[in-house]
DNA sequence: CTGAAAGCGCTTACAG
DNA sequence: CTGAAAGCGCTTACAG
């Protein structure tokens, strides 16, 4: 493998003056930099990762922390791993994944062995077990979701509560007084998952607040649940005429494929809107209302985040993503 | 950060000594090995990575190459990032995520700036442009996946062919004649993806052998893809009593749904089994006969076989984990 | 616009 | 059992 000096030979000058030309911190006359350029591309060279690591203040590495609970929803995380390790390219940087128990300690191997520039987290709790540690790291970090206490931390999430309280008032403009609100399952609400209780909560305010009856059911991902759960809507709401989901993706296919063979006509006989959904909800038969969650803009602002820390920019920010609607015909005004 | 430097100064060393007492390469006067160890943990210090890849012969550092096709069936997939990051930690190694169409830039990039000991390929299919690259490359490889020519290649993943044989003898064994097979989405196979080939065309071949009638559907991954598929297989083998999934959990679960609303009883008048499924099968109503598809085992295996190469053991191997099959209930004999 | 040289923090022969 | 020192391949002041 051609090093700096194969290359500063086969050129006709000094490393310094290939290191600069690559890194571009300094002026560099035209025929010079055309010799480079010819001596790097007919060797093959590339920077060794070790030694720039070493010398330079930059690893060029980012640290991806994605903790997999047993409750994770494989699609959606998979989708933020993506957008996160993609946007990480666009900065030179690579990804290196930390899973599971090693959530602390791995960050901390990170961190002091000076492995990686940055570390973005994902599947943030509200009461984060790495969050104690983060706030004590001289690094770089941002969460992708919003714990209990942001104190001196940048995150960005979807703005969860907007969300929630978009789905509410754009029902209720059309006339829904009842509306049923199908959430995940029930363990994610007590392990103390981030955006569920948030979606939640200010669901119940907005609704509240708009005088719309509501009621709330967490099935599991299951036919049988997902039919005693919309059971239990129609009994607590009688004239029930929307229903939201805060749900996944296979809750979305079961409920639908229940209300087909009830004869349940979508939107004349029941509105449905999907709200903070990372799956395409076109697919669906029929598709459906939704306003996203934006998996690709937020894992990519994450990054970003990351990026101007680097750069010195280190005020602490909570950034909140204002949702979007996006209209599929599946809701309408109450006749 | 403390350095090897202040490690030494505080343990009266010298800093081979603690190099040396840190890897274990060498043997250690105990009293010293203590007073090392106490400084060590006094200081918090921990190798600076970068010096280490310099100067020493092994980065650590793993390169997983993860393309993620528009229909890679995100579950079964994280199960293998997951189980590789995993095994990655028991060398004490991290793992630099590649992903999507960097494909081939990516791995050309860890290798030619050292940044990786070692490369595990994810998602390999029949005819993988990553192959070509990877036979050229000085470096240890492992494909979690059988592509078409394995010449010089070090593959691992389950035997396919192996696990069709076995779901067609198990069910001729127990007197069934027609037997359907439900696969994946027709695209997977027009991509040339590999293993629902090889298992569909072992599974042809077995069937052929067996003297059993065979029907194969290739259902899209919604309600009525799955019905028509059922219909077709109906039609054609108007005296199945078996069906085998070779498909996703959401197939598995659609087409659960629909016999029970058919008042098809498993076993008594139809036989199910799920082959090579990476999900708990005993979650399904009812569960399933699985023959499984080891994640975790094959995952595992593709980081131990590039270690092996790490270690100078370097002769192409191609490794086929047996199949197993696990009886949940939902075969039995034709009556 | 370019170069000589120090130094980043380790590992590993070489010596004793 | 331990140490002094070369060297890994870069980056970046320091000089000119």
């Keep these: 493998m051609a090093t700096i000096n194969d290359v500063a030979r086969a050129a006709g000058v000094s490393i310094s003056t290939v290191s600069y030309a690559l890194s571009g911190k300094r002026a560099i006359g035209a025929a010079t930099r055309d010799r480079i350029d010819a001596a790097v591309a007919q060797l093959g060279y590339r920077p060794n990762a070790g030694a720039r ?15 997999l609970h047993a409750d994770t929803y494989a699609p959606a995380h998979m989708t933020f791993v993506l957008a996160i390790a993609e946007a990480a390219r666009e900065f030179d940087y690579d990804t290196v994944l930390l899973v599971q128990d090693e959530a602390v300690n791995g960050l901390r191997r990170m961190v002091s062995s000076k492995l990686v520039d940055g570390i ?21 970090v941002t969460l992708v979701g919003i714990p209990a206490d942001t104190a001196g931390l940048t995150c960005v999430d979807l703005d969860f509560e907007a969300a929630a309280r978009l789905s509410v008032e754009r029902l209720a403009a059309l006339g829904h007084r009842q509306i049923g609100l199908i959430g995940h399952p029930l363990d994610l609400y007590a392990r103390g998952s981030n955006f569920p209780i948030r979606f939640r909560d200010a669901f119940v305010e907005a609704a509240a607040d708009k005088g719309v009856a509501l009621h709330f059911v967490m099935p599991e991902q299951e036919p049988a649940s997902v039919r005693a759960a919309v059971e239990e809507l129609r009994q607590s709401l009688p004239e029930m005429t929307a229903v939201v989901l805060n749900a996944n993706e296979p809750v979305h296919t079961m409920l639908l494929e229940l209300l087909r063979s009830d004869g349940v006509s979508i939107p004349n006989d029941l509105s449905i809107l999907s709200a903070c959904s990372s799956f395409p909800t076109d697919m669906l038969d029929p598709p459906l209302d939704v306003i996203p969650l934006p998996a690709l803009i937020t894992g990519r602002r994450g990054v970003e985040l990351t990026m101007h820390q680097l750069d010195g920019f280190s005020e602490p920010v909570v950034e909140l993503v204002p949702p979007s609607y996006i209209t599929r015909g599946s809701t309408s005004s109450v006749a």
Tied chains: 1, 2.
């Excluded at 070493?54 to 060029?60: D, H």
């Excluded at 790495?130 to 770089?140: A, G, H, M, N, S």
């Design 120 to 140: 973005v987290l994902l599947d943030v709790d509200r009461d984060d077990n790495r969050v104690p540690l983060v706030r004590e790291l001289d690094i770089p």
């Design 53 to 67: 690591m070493l010398a330079g203040s930059r690893t060029n590495l980012l640290a991806l922390s994605a903790p």
